[in-house]
Every structure is written in structure tokens, then in C-alpha cells.
């Protein structure tokens, strides 16, 4: 196992948790460390507890730790909250004077926090730089690399703000000389490079290369960012970004422009994917290609809007009346996400029908260095006919029954002709029919014909460790990182892992084929009842032994995960 | 162009006698007027009988959802600005359903134009009320008449601010083709709110009915569209006495303006093949 | 076999085939013979091909035949487009001086239809009940019971035109006389006593029962003529049929409604419940019992909106985001829409959750004469705290954890204290919460705990012609009829069927025991996909050999039944 | 009773300084003023900052679905018009997402009362535009500045013929109580439309920009909210000076009168152990 270390910082929301959190990302890999940092934040602006945790090590990792090395607190009461949290050598650092803390048996290090940001800058606002300086000196980061996070996530901000951070945190970068040392410091890796990003920004640069120039949504946590990355990279690649005034407005936009021959997409969480199922469907009957992704959270309604779940899964797949080929793909990571969202673009246009992206607020929200995405792995594939053919073209029909069912499509005003695309049942022309033998035929060329080319394109689950494997976990999006950790840790039975980023059309026969010998299946779900496992059972018969369900809002931890599996064998 | 350039191929299913043939050929007349090829207009429309106009127009056709033309019209203006894109919709599609969207697609202005086929009624679902039918009126389902007060979408879109409003009667084909010519050529979101008899389940407001009210605005030559205190008094206007052509207009800046797209080459055109990702790389790196 | 007459009614919509469909209807149960009536309608008001048909028999029916003994069409057009549905010793009754007929090989006999309604009535408006008139005649209804028939449907209009139009009818009746016979002629049953409605009716009538008595939809074909139903008879039974301004605003009233403690149901069609899904979610998180039917018609999005499909199963299990308990029925025929009716508000009022009831277009719009329902033999339950204990309560909590995961349901108002009802995570109290113990408690309570019960009290499927069966046909709502009847025609084979009324929780015990031993399974399914199939599936792992699909649009007639049984052994 | 007899148990959650603590105290005031039990109001909401406020008060809430508190209350109050019905709801709540429902319910006219805590932002979700918020604003969403036409709810509502339209600020408790005191006895559809400032994401719109700009129109004592032309005037002031107070009123019947319900007992009263059917299945064989 590569040597690491989990740190934490806690505080109330309006801390400025979330900006010391991010320096500290920045810090680290400017440290030439790997790293990964996930969320946990209340649905409130200011106040209540949250955490910013960045798991640091010598290796890429891929999920959280249960406990932590270092947890530093903003304010009493969350070091009371988070002692529990620490780990049996690690360490709590609050402030002491600011109030009582009740610790436990943990190891308290009291640090002036807000004095020493008060006394540096004037006001307590830079508590949260202090805190990062603090936890760089303790887990060995340099305080050169301590600058250049701060610089990075104050870039643009007014000097003097800068400045005030600045010398707050290489203040607190020397008084924390005298915290004692976690015990273990960390050879420089080779992270210096990478790219460091998070799950809705993988998507939305994945958008971008695809060739999406129109983005339209309501906001909706934990899908928003995804809108701000579009927004912020919008003059820069000529986008269109435009805030919808409730989402089924933004999906039958983003209709509109796929119609009108450009690449678009829309975001929310479960919601106002509840809302689009007309939309989908609409899709699904006009053959109008659509990207949309799901940032799923907990749910039913409301739910906790600031936290993960993957309870989406039976929604993506059976959203919308009626009966149409759609795409559901479950990234497990960053490089999936950029990945899986030029696959959607390529697919939804190629099949002209909704391609649905699964993620969750841990996935979204969860920062990793990761390498620069080849770009050239995922080709940009465009499936409408292209201008300069166009005017060849004569007598054209939108919904042409052609062998592979899928009709080419043109774009407006590209071809001399006229197109009509049409929700009601249609003709080839596109035009209103009551027909039964053209229904029958246009479902025909809809539905089952096309799926069989959607079938051959399926991403192949991914397997790890599987060969002797006494043990299988089988899951989807999300768990991918700690799934494989997992199987790396438990070394009292050997587990192999199986991990699906494509969940329909199903991989039937692909996952058949991996765990037809498999001694024993283990689903591992971020819902409460196994989704996942339904699917198993519906599209394979195989049968699964045991199901790991959490539903509580959290992610898995590597820990947690280990521990769950011995439970059960 | 000649109108019957546009003719389109489909056998119309709406009944004989249907205020919509009035809008039909109003609306061939005026594409043909604006001069444009069948390839550069999209008609965009959600359901009911308003919505089946554009399969009996040859030229561009989103036939969407109920209540939903009016996002589907503003994205694919949005992909591509060279589209002279219009929506032909009910009073039920565009403000009962589709509501919300009318009052944030008069805000965004996006330069589209809306027809709106308002026979006061749900034709297609057979009679009941829609929001402009008049109170009082007895159908199916309020069977003891309607007791919501009527929507006046004129008035609201003069309150809302919309820069081009206007009123017709789909009898009056060629005044209706001007408005739609003129709503056309205005740059922004235009309304063009139709009178339209549904001889099938209006027995109320008939040709007869809407022939004894309407007047038109210019007929007082004083009438300044562009003065808005005016324009809403004449839009609050409903009854016995009910005002035609252009209530109100304004100089709001379209989106495409007010965003710079109009000076960018249109969506559609942009390749998409190689898009460089290194500028956003190394910004997040 | 039952001796038996099919007769149609063709001609373009407006020209009144519904209500001469409607009077024959009456004429014939008033003759004392059993019917089954369904209609075949174009999504227009003018013009156009529609028909409406009527299987006329000694004994009860269920489903309608393939070809018919008579078809009289109100013009030409028609005539030619019905003349091969006419069966071999059928005839075709049209006016032949009104156009050219293509008849091909169909007896065909001219009529003057409209010329007679001119000269009795002075318009042709009326040519209608002449073919009433003439139809009764030709397949022995007596003239009486066509009088009554037509007094019963004009009802309520002015003496002159139902004078005209039994003046119309009784000319035609006489000049029929020259007709020639089918050959068949009916003796009297029990039937004059008996109800005569369709499923529209017999789900409002049950609805209003139950104690429903605010309904709030948008109108969507073919659900409309259920809020029709609740509008007539509000005044009666002091119901508020409110007309929303869409769907999701008519399911939040409905969910408003309930919560301050009345019973309330909304219809819609797919799209339209598609569009309700956040909704339905919202009640799986409040706790807030809610009904809602969904018409079920052919999609993706428009589809036909006048026509039949039972491709909204997966929806109904699965729409909205996240995870609540939810029970789906699916009535098989008239009777079971009333008793289900009562019996889904009395499950969402127990189990507070959403009850979904799935019809489709083609139950909805189907007449037949029914038994005046028992009215005891389905008791409505009231699950909220009466009036009179409520005053006694201290301490309420909305959500208070129980051993059956049913908290009591108190009424605002009638309680002392405060109610807080949320649709976020929340405590016992009803407040919002972030807390993970919590929510996997209230995970457990509303979906775990609650589905034991619910699991007790599912409608158990009904097994038809098992014993030594060699095939068992399965389905679920409105095939329900023509599987039944299937079973007692094939006589290759020996035929047995499973109808399933309630699809969630699948009865998946009880239907693998009645299917375990079963030689060969085979589904019958108005939809393109097997949705049920596919449950079957996953819920019992049986093997499903064979599946007989129909997705153009229109119903199953038995024939076409039988013909692809026959196909398939 | 006593404001803090209404006060609730739950903590709140909002930021220190938000213009929500006024709105939440004059609710408190106003329905202790009404003299009503806790268990005889019901305060529904959305979703939003806005929306948490019934947990903050000790009486009955539904807290449903982001957009949708309009049709959930017009429900709960026809289905028991014993209930005193309010309704604490965001500018995106109201007149984004739930913008269909606001113009229906205003022609629906049922009884209850409206309070859209205005802060021309999203709140909840960290800052976005609003339908309220001013043009030209920026956000990490509108990054070049909100385009699209600031929407006016109060002359919206004018234009739609609300019964009650009124406009407050939440510094201004007393004066707000009083409109919630006044919009509760209007018996209707009211609406109060209150300027709330958001510390945390509206640096415009603070309570300084407000408080210079405010006025109240019964400072005229000239001002007759009965009319219905000044007060369309006065409804579309926004900017230098803003208009607070009863901008617009007038005596439509409400829903519960035109229908006969308010003569009735309320539904949830009714038994519906024993419904007798035999009416219906005369009639129906
Ligand atoms: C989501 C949804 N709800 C309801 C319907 C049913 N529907 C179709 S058309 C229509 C009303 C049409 O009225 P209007 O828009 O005024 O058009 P008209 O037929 O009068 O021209 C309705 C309610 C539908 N197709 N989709
Ligand atoms: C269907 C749906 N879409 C989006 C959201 C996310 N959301 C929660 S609150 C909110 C906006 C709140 O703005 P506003 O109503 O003005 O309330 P404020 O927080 O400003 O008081 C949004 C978009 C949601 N919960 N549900
Ligand atoms: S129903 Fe009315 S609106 Fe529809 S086609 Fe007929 S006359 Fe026209
Ligand atoms: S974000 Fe704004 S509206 Fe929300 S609580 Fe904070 S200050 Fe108030
Ligand atoms: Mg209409
Ligand atoms: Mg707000």
C-alpha cells in the first residue's frame, strides 16, 4: 500500500471551507502528490457543519477514507462533530479559546486560528487560509506549493485580498512548526502535471469536445456547476449558455437546437429529471438525439439536495411513456466523464434518441488529479448529413425505414427540402398518420431495429482482479474507485471487481460471460433497494448473494466497503 | 413567392368552416410575402388543431408537445439565427400548458414569432374551457360555467413588456398576413394573438360575435403603438368592443442582439471535429 | 358457443356515430340481450374514418370479434375502407347512390340513408339514427327497444330533434324490413337490468364511492371522459372538479388536498403522467396518499391519441426519482375498474403512497352491460384519525416510526397541534434534517417497513382454465376478456389463463405458484417491449416461452387472438 | 394570541442578517393579529430559503416541490375553506419554475394569501439570476450580465386582475404584518410581493438600495387602489422609486362564492363511509 495521509478541514458554510479546500488540492499536486478530495455540505449558505476532505498519497487514489490523519476545525462546535472522525494517531486542530470542544478520547492540537487571522489580516474571514497553511506544514507540503494553491483560487480576486490570504496562511505555515507530525511524510510523486477537476467539470469539458455549443438548464444541485463550467467557458468556445426558466423549458430547448442541426445538452438532478420524462419521450417519438445528465442525489423529492445517492437508476432507464431505444451511461470517474460524454454525444446522435449521463453529487463534486484526457481516444463522431452534400439531396423523408432503422438526418434549410418531425405517430415523411401498418412498422424501425446497432456499441463492463476471485462486487457509476480499492485492501479472501459505466441498453451477455463461473456476486449500490441487483437478475438470471446497500447520503469509504464485505463472508 | 409555393401535401383534418384555413392562408401569403425559400422557415408548434398548421405548409416542421412549442422554437433560433422561425399554437398550448414558458419567452425575446390560433377553447380534446374562454361559458366539465376570470394574453404581453403585439381575427386574411409579415420582420419576440372561430365548439364567440366587436387600432390615426399607457388601456379592451392590429410595440433589444450572437456565425456552422481543448486544459491545470 | 351478431356503425367523426352507437347500445340491453360495445376513433372533429362496434350475444361478452355480420357506413369513403371487415356471411348496408363503393367480394346492401333522413327530418344530420334504425331492425331488436334507446341518448335535448331523429329511426326500421337477414336471430337474456357504462365510468363511479370528492385533472384523451363523469355528477354527490392549468398543477392540488384530509384522484393520459412524476415522488416523500389513473395510450410522446396501448407499465412501477413504495392495479373489465377504484383509494390512504391505476384507451372507451356493482362487497377504509379522537392527541408527529411504518395520519385542524409535512429528508417531527441515522430510518419505515404490509394485501391474480392447461396465456389489464374468452375457443389446445389486476408489487409468489408447473407460459401484451414479461422475469425467473405483442394501436379482437396462439403451438 | 405563541421549535437555518428574519416575524405578528389557532392556518411552500419558513412557525405546513406551493394550497383550502391558507414562497419559486401556476391561480382566485419573499436571486442554490433580478446583473451563470427583461409580479398581477396586489420590504415589519393581516381578510387570491434582501448573493439589491427607494402610495392619500389605471401606473414603477403598500384591489368573487363551496360544509367534513351509489347507477342503466 502507498503511504498516505486524509485530511480534513470543518466548518460552518460561509467559512470559506470550500476555497481553503481547493487551495489545499492545488497545494498538494503543486507538491507533486496525488490526491482525492470529496464534499460534504449541508443545504444551507451559512452556518450548520460541513468538510472539505482531500485524501493525500503517493499513488492516484480513487475514493475516501473513513477516518482522518489531520482534521482541522473552523469553530468548536464542528471539532466536536469531527473528533470521532479522527484516526487512532491522527490529530484534531481547533481553537481552544474559541470555545469548549468535546473530543473524546481524540488528540487535541490547539491552534489560534481566528486570533492569528485577525491579528495577521484584520478580520477572522482568513481563518480559512490559516487552516490550510496549518495542515501543509503538518502533512509536509511545501510552502511554496502552500502559494501557489492560494494563488490559484484567489486568481482574479483583488490584490489585497489575495495578499491578506497570502500572509495569513504562511503565518500559520510557520506557527504550525510547533503541531506535532502525523508520523509518515510523503515522497513526491508525479502528479504536478495533471489536471485537477472535478466530476461536473470531466462532463462539461467532455460537452465542449463533443461539440456542444448550446447548454440550457435550471439550477439544480448537484448539476450546477456543470452549468457554471459551460458558463465560464462560454465566450472562449462560442457557446450558447442560457438559463431556462424551469427545466422542461431547458430540455425541449436543447430539442430545438438538436433539431436545428446543432449539438446540445441539458443537466439537473433527479427532480427535474422526473420533470423532462415528457421531453425524453418526445426524443424518443421525433428520433431528436438529446443529452442529459442526471447529477442523481437523495431522493424521493427533495430529499438532501446537497448529497449522493444512486437511486435514479430504474428513472433513467424507464422515464417517459411509451416504448423508445435511450442510453444510460454510469461514469465512475473523472476520465470516464469526459469520456462517456463524447460517447453520448456520438451515440444520441448516431441512434436520434436521448442519451442519459448517471452521475451523483459524490462523482460531481469529487476533485482527483488526473491526466490530461487524451482527447484523441474518444473521437467526435457527427452523424447528421453534412452541408455540402446537402443540396444534392431530393425527395427527402425524415423518417425513411432504411435497414439499420436509422433515418439520415438533415439539417434545416442545409437541403432544399422541407423537414417534418412530428410527435404524433408519423409517416415516413414525417407527416400525422392513424395508420396501424406504418405504426407497426415505425416502432418496428424505431425501437427494434435500432436497438440491435445500439447493442454492438455497448461499453463493456470493466473487470478487475477477477481471475481466482472467491468473491465478485458488481456496481455501477460512482462506486467504480472504491470498489477497486477495496479489492486491492481485503486480503483475507481474494475480490475481484466489476464495474458497469453503461447500464442500458443492458450488457447482458458481456457481464454473463464475466461472472457466469464467478463463485459469488456482490452487489455494492448507493440505494436502498438494489437497483443494480434487479437488473442483474432481470437481464442475466444470475444469481447474487448478497447486496452492500447504503442510502444514508454518504458515499462508500474504502473502510466502510472492507468492513461491509467481511461482514458477509 | 407565391403563396402556393407553400402549399404543403398533407389532407387538412380540421373541420369545414374552421377559423384555422383563415390563418392557413395568412400565414402562406406572408411566408411567400417575406420572399424566403420552404428551407428557411421552421414552424414550430406543440398540440391541439392550431398545432397541426405547419404539416399543411410546405417548409420546416417541429411538431412538438402540448404546451411546449415556445422552448423548442427559442433553441432552434438560438442553433440557428438564419431560420426565420415561427410558432403556431393554441390557447390552451400557449397560454394554459405552456404559460410559464410565454411569460419568460417575452422576457428573453429571442426574435421568433408567435401565432396564436385563440378559439377561446380546447378544440382538440373536444370543448372545455381554455384560459381565454369567456366566464359563464358551459361545457362538459364546468357545467356550471366557467367562474376564472378570462386571461387577456394581449394585455399581458403589453405588461410584460413584449416589443410587438398584436391582435387579429382570422377572417381578416389579409390583415392577419400583414401582422405576421410585420411580426416577422420585427427583431424580437412578436405575439399576433388570432381570433379564431372553432365552429365545433364555440357557439359563443362566432365569426358573427368576433365580426360585430373588432375594430382596428390604426382606424384612429392617433394611435402611437409605442406609447405603452395607451396601448394598455386599448389592451385591457374585451367585450363589446374588441381592438385589432398592432396594440403595442417596443425597441427591446432582441437576445441575439443583447448577446452578440447575431454578429457570430450561427451555431450549425461551426465544425465540431477537432474542438481544441488545450486553452481549457491548461486553465484547470 | 353463445349465438351472437357484430355490428358496426362507420362514417367520418361528426356525423354522429357515437351516438347512434350509443343508442343501439341501449336499444339492445333493453331488448335483453348482452353487448359489448368499443369504439375506433381518429384524433379529429370532422371528417375523417371512425366506427363504432357492437357485439351483440345471448350470453355476456368481453371482447370484441374481428369481422362483423353487419356494417352500415354513413357514405361511401366508408363503406369501401369497412368492406373487409365484413365476415363471409356478413353484409355491408350503404348508400350506394352517394358515390362509387369498392365492396369487393362483400354482400353489399344499398340503403338510401341520407335521402331518407332527408325526407323524414328535412336534413341528412339525422342519417345516424336511420342507421340505428336500420341496424336494430336487421339484427331483430325490437322497435321499442330502439325507441327507447334513442330517448335515453337525447335525453335532455329539444322535443324537435328527438322527434326528428325517432321519427328518422322509425322510418329506417320499417324500410329495413326489405333488408336481408343474418340469419341468426337472438333470444332474450337477463340483460335489460343491468348497468350500462364504460370504464371511465365504472373508475369515476367507483372513485365517488370511495369518497372522493375533489378531482382535479387536465384534460388528455382518453382520460377525459372520466373528469366528464365527475363533473356530472358533482352537483349530486358535492365534488370539486376543478380543470388545472396542467398536469403537475392538477397532482399537487390533489396531493393538497389530501393532506388537509380530503380523497382526491387526478387522470391523465402518458404524457401527461409522465409530467407527473416529481409529483408522485412528492407523495412517496410526504406521505401523502394520492390516486391517479393513467389512460394509457399508443406513444412515445403524441403517439395516437385516440387509440389503445399498455405501454406505460414501467413508467407506472418506476417514474419519479428515488426510492418509495407505490401500488400499481390494472383493471381487467368494468367491474374490476369500480372495485379497484375503491380499493386504490383505500391502499394510498393506508399505505399513504401513491396508487397508480392503469387503463387504457381501450377499456376506457368500452361499453358493456354490467352488474350493478355490490357496493359492500368492497368496503372503503378510512385511514386518517377520526374527528372525534383527534382532540385528544398530544404530541403529534407526522412521522412518527411504528413497527408497520405507517404513521397515523392526523388531519389538520381536527389535532390540536401544528402538522409539518416536507418533502425533504426530515425527523420524526416533520422538519428538515441532514442528519444519516435519520434518514436511514425513515429510508427504512417508508419503503422497507411499509412494503410487509402492502405485500399482504395484493390483488391476487386470476388463474382461468389452469387445470391440465397445456398453455397458459398471461396478461394484465384489458386483455383480461379476450385471454378468458380465447381460452374457451381454442379447442386445439387446452388453453388456461393468468390475469394480473395489480402489477405492483408483482404478485410474484403467488403467480409463480400458480405458473410453476405450468407446460408452456406465453404473455399477451398490447405494447412492443414484453413490460410484462420482463417483470415476470425478474420477479419469478420463470420462463416465458412465448409472447403474442400488438402495438398498432387497436385492441385484440379474440380472433386475432386465437390466430396467433395458433400460430405459436 | 401572541407572535410568540406561533413561534416554531425547529432551528433556523438562514444567514444572519437575511431579509427573511423580518418576513418570518411579521408572519408571526400578523397571525397572532388574525387571532386565529395555530391549527387553523396552514402555511405551504416551495422550495428555496423562502420556503424553509413554515418549519419556523408553530402551525400546520406542507413543504413540497420546488415551484409547485400554488396548486398544493389552492387544494388544501378547497378541500377545507375552514383553514386560513398563506402561502411563503421564493421569486424563483413563484415566478420561475412555478410561473404557470401564479397565473392561473390568480384567475382561480381561491382564497388564500401569497408571500413571495423577492430577493431577485436564487438563494438557495447559490446565487443565479431570478425572474426579478435586474438586467445587466452578473452571475457565475449570466456571466456577461442577465439579459432577459426584469418581470414586474406586481403589474403582472394588476394585469391579471388580482383582487389584492401588494408590495412591502421586509425591514418594514410593521407595515408587512399589516399587508398579511389585510391580504388574509381579502376574501380571494392576494398577493404580497415582499423586497427581501439576500446578504449573501444579491450585493445590489441591499437594504440600503431598497430603503432609498421605497415609498408607500397611501402616502397620496389621493391613491385609490380601486382604480384600476393608477394603479397599473403605479404597478410598473421599479427604480428610483419603488412603490410599497396596496397597489391594486378589487372585489371579484372569489372562488369558494362563485362555486357555492363557502355554503357548503367543507369536503374533509363530509362522512364517505357510506356514499350511496344508487343515484348514479339509476341514472346510468
Ligand atoms: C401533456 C399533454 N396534456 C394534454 C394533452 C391533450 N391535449 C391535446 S390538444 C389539447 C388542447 C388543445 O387546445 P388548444 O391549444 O386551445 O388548441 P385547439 O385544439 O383549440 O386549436 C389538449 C389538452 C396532451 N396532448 N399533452
Ligand atoms: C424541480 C426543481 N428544480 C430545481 C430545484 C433547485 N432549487 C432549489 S431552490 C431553487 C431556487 C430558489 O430560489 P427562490 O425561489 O428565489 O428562493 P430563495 O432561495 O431565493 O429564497 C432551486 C432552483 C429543485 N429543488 N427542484
Ligand atoms: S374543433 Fe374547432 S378548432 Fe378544431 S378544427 Fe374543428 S372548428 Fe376548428
Ligand atoms: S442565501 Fe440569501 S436569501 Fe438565503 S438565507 Fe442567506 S441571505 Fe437569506
Ligand atoms: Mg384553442
Ligand atoms: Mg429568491
Known amino acids: 500500500m502507498a503511504r498516505e495521509l486524509t485530511v480534513r478541514i470543518a466548518g460552518e458554510a460561509g467559512q470559506g471551507i470550500q476555497s481553503a479546500g481547493e487551495a489545499l488540492c492545488r497545494a498538494v499536486r503543486h507538491a507533486g502528490l496525488h490526491l482525492f478530495a470529496h464534499k460534504d455540505y449541508m443545504s444551507r449558505i451559512r452556518g450548520g457543519d460541513n468538510y472539505f476532505q482531500v485524501r493525500i498519497a503517493e499513488q492516484p487514489v480513487q475514493c475516501p477514507r473513513e477516518q482522518c490523519d489531520i482534521i482541522i476545525a473552523l469553530n468548536p462546535n464542528s471539532a466536536s462533530a469531527h473528533a470521532a472522525s479522527v484516526g487512532e494517531d491522527g490529530m484534531l486542530i481547533a481553537d481552544a479559546s474559541e470555545g469548549s470542544i468535546e473530543a473524546g478520547g481524540t488528540r487535541l492540537v490547539d491552534f489560534p486560528l481566528r486570533k492569528t487571522a485577525e491579528s495577521v489580516t484584520g478580520s477572522t474571514r482568513a481563518a480559512n487560509s490559516i487552516a490550510a497553511g496549518v495542515i501543509c506544514r503538518v502533512s509536509g507540503v511545501p510552502e511554496g506549493s502552500l502559494e501557489h ?63 456542444c455549443t448550446f447548454y440550457s438548464a435550471y439550477p439544480m444541485t448537484p448539476s450546477t456547476s456543470i452549468m457554471n463550467t459551460m458558463a465560464h467557458f462560454a465566450q472562449r468556445y462560442g457557446l450558447v449558455v442560457e438559463q431556462a426558466e424551469d427545466e ?82 454510469a461514469p465512475g470517474c473523472i476520465e470516464q466523464a469526459f469520456a462517456l460524454a463524447v ?79 412530428d410527435s404524433d405517430e408519423h409517416t415516413e415523411e414525417g407527416h400525422i398518420t392513424e395508420d396501424a401498418a406504418v405504426r407497426t412498422q415505425m416502432v418496428g424501425k424505431r425501437l427494434t431495429t435500432k436497438l440491435i446497432g445500439l447493442s454492438g456499441e455497448i461499453e463493456e463492463p470493466e473487470a478487475y482482479n477477477l481471475d481466482g476471485a472467491d468473491l465478485v462486487l458488481v456496481g455501477f457509476g460512482s462506486t467504480r474507485g472504491v470498489m477497486r480499492e477495496a479489492c486491492d485492501r481485503v486480503l483475507d479472501a481474494s475480490v475481484g471487481s466489476v464495474h458497469l459505466s453503461q447500464v442500458w441498453p443492458f450488457p447482458s451477455t458481456a457481464l454473463y460471460e464475466m461472472l457466469e463461473h464467478a463463485p459469488k456476486i456482490m452487489t455494492v449500490e448507493n440505494n436502498a433497494t438494489g437497483q443494480l441487483e434487479d437488473l442483474i437478475t432481470w437481464k442475466t438470471r444470475l444469481y447474487v448473494a448478497g447486496a452492500i446497500r447504503k442510502f444514508d447520503g454518504r458515499p462508500f469509504t474504502v473502510d466502510e466497503l472492507m468492513r461491509r464485505i467481511r461482514e458477509k463472508v | 413567392m407565391e403563396p402556393v409555393e407553400f402549399k404543403g401535401s398533407d389532407p387538412i383534418a380540421w373541420c369545414p368552416g374552421c377559423g384555422n384555413f383563415g390563418i392557413l392562408n395568412a400565414v402562406k401569403r406572408a411566408l411567400a410575402h417575406l420572399g424566403r425559400e420552404p428551407r428557411d422557415y421552421l414552424l414550430v408548434s406543440g398540440i391541439g388543431q392550431a398545432a397541426k398548421l405547419p404539416h399543411y405548409v410546405k417548409c420546416n416542421c417541429f411538431n412538438g408537445l402540448h404546451g411546449r412549442a415556445l422552448p423548442v422554437a427559442q433553441g432552434a433560433k438560438l442553433a440557428n439565427r438564419d431560420l426565420t422561425v415561427l410558432v403556431t399554437t393554441g390557447d390552451g398550448d400557449c397560454y394554459g400548458e405552456g404559460g410559464n414558458h410565454f411569460i419568460h419567452a417575452v422576457r428573453r425575446n429571442v426574435d421568433i414569432t408567435v401565432i396564436v390560433h385563440d378559439n377561446q ?52 386574411i389579409e390583415g392577419l398576413s400583414e401582422l405576421i409579415v410585420e411580426g416577422v420582420r420585427h427583431p424580437g419576440f412578436s405575439l399576433i394573438d388570432v ?51 398592432i396594440i403595442y410595440r417596443n425597441d427591446s433589444k432582441p437576445y441575439e442582439q443583447q448577446t452578440g450572437l447575431s454578429h457570430r456565425e450561427p451555431l450549425i456552422e461551426r465544425s465540431i471535429r477537432n474542438i481544441d481543448m488545450e486553452p481549457a486544459f491548461t486553465e484547470l491545470s
Chains 1, 3 share one sequence.
Open chain 2, 195 to 245: 381570433l379564431q372561430p372553432c365552429v365545433s365548439f364555440n357557439r359563443k364567440n362566432t365569426y358573427e360575435w368576433y365580426g360585430e366587436r373588432v375594430y382596428r387600432v390604426d382606424e384612429d390615426s392617433e394611435y402611437d403603438p409605442y406609447e405603452r399607457t395607451a396601448a394598455l388601456s386599448a389592451a385591457g379592451q374585451w367585450g363589446d368592443r374588441i381592438p385589432t392590429g
Open chain 1, 343 to 421: 460517447k453520448a454525444f456520438n451515440m444520441a446522435d448516431k441512434y436520434q434518441m436521448p442519451a442519459i449521463i448517471l452521475t451523483d453529487q459524490f462523482l460531481a463534486d469529487s476533485i482527483r488529479d488526473t491526466a490530461v484526457p487524451d482527447v484523441d481516444a474518444v473521437q467526435v463522431e457527427r452523424h447528421v448529413i453534412d452541408k455540402e452534400p446537402s443540396g444534392d439531396i431530393k425527395d427527402y423523408k425524415r423518417y425513411t425505414i432504411t435497414e439499420s432503422g436509422i433515418s439520415p438526418r438533415a439539417v434545416p434549410s442545409w437541403i432544399h427540402d422541407a423537414i417534418y418531425a
Open chain 2, 121 to 172: 377553447i380546447y378544440g382538440l380534446t373536444k370543448g372545455q374551457a381554455s384560459p381565454t374562454t369567456d366566464s359563464g361559458f358551459e361545457t362538459k366539465v364546468q357545467t356550471a360555467g366557467v367562474t376564472l376570470e378570462p386571461l387577456n394574453p394581449v394585455l399581458l404581453a403589453v405588461a410584460l413588456g413584449c416589443g410587438f403585439v398584436a391582435r387579429s381575427f382570422s377572417k381578416d
Open chain 1, 149 to 211: 494553491g492560494l494563488r490559484a483560487v484567489f486568481a482574479g480576486r483583488n490584490e489585497e485580498l489575495v495578499d491578506k490570504n497570502l500572509r495569513a496562511a504562511r503565518t500559520a505555515y510557520k506557527m504550525a512548526s510547533s503541531c506535532p507530525s502525523p508520523g509518515i511524510s510523503l515522497e513526491k510523486s508525479d502528479a504536478g502535471s495533471r489536471l485537477l477537476i472535478d466530476g461536473n467539470q470531466a462532463l462539461a469539458l467532455g460537452a465542449i469536445r463533443a461539440g
Open chain 1, 248 to 329: 422542461i423549458a431547458a430540455i425541449n430547448m436543447v430539442l430545438g437546437a438538436w433539431f436545428a442541426g446543432a449539438r446540445a445538452m441539458t443537466a439537473s438532478s433527479g427532480a427535474g429529471i422526473a420533470l423532462m420524462s415528457e421531453g425524453i419521450s418526445l426524443a424518443g417519438m421525433t428520433e431528436t438525439p438529446v443529452v442529459v445528465v442526471d447529477a442523481q442525489r437523495p431522493a424521493p423529492a427533495t430529499g438532501f439536495p446537497t448529497r449522493t445517492e444512486q437511486a435514479d437508476l430504474n428513472m433513467a432507464i424507464h422515464s417517459g411513456h411509451g416504448e423508445f431505444v435511450r442510453a444510460v451511461y
